[in-house]
């Protein structure tokens, strides 16, 4: 089972920027996928972004533009820089890992945007 901690969340102004940050238990190099969903308040659990083994990048199109995924093996470590925050980026977000073995989630980080 991959170990999976979120951190780097907290309070965000509209228009700030904030980076979370997921340390895994193993090689993220050797991950299928890794990636972010969120889920916020009354709603359903929502994809926002993901990182491939080939390095590729998907996002959903309510962060497209203003989310950045990225990943560093030095820290074994994937990154979600969220710059242009809006109010409605306030959710729990969680890391995930895909492996041939199944999907790993972390416990989770609040981000808060408000004024």
């Known amino acids: 089972q991959v170990r999976l901690v979120e951190s780097g969340g907290g309070l965000g102004q509209p228009g700030g920027s904030l980076r979370l940050s997921c340390a895994a238990s193993?090689?993220?190099?050797?991950?299928?996928?890794m990636g972010w969903y969120r889920q916020a308040p009354d709603k359903e659990r929502e994809w926002v972004a993901a990182?491939?083994?080939?390095?590729?990048?998907k996002y959903a199109d309510s962060v497209k533009g203003r989310f950045t995924m990225s990943r560093s093996r030095a820290s074994n470590s994937g990154y979600l820089q969220m710059n242009s925050l809006k109010p409605e980026d306030t959710a729990v977000y969680y890391c995930?890992?895909?492996?041939?073995?199944?999907?790993?989630w972390g416990q989770g980080t609040q981000v808060t945007v408000s004024s």
């Open positions: 193993e090689d993220i190099l050797s991950f299928s996928t």
């Open positions: 990182i491939y083994s080939n390095g590729s990048t």
């Open positions: 995930f890992a895909g492996t041939a073995w199944g999907r790993s």
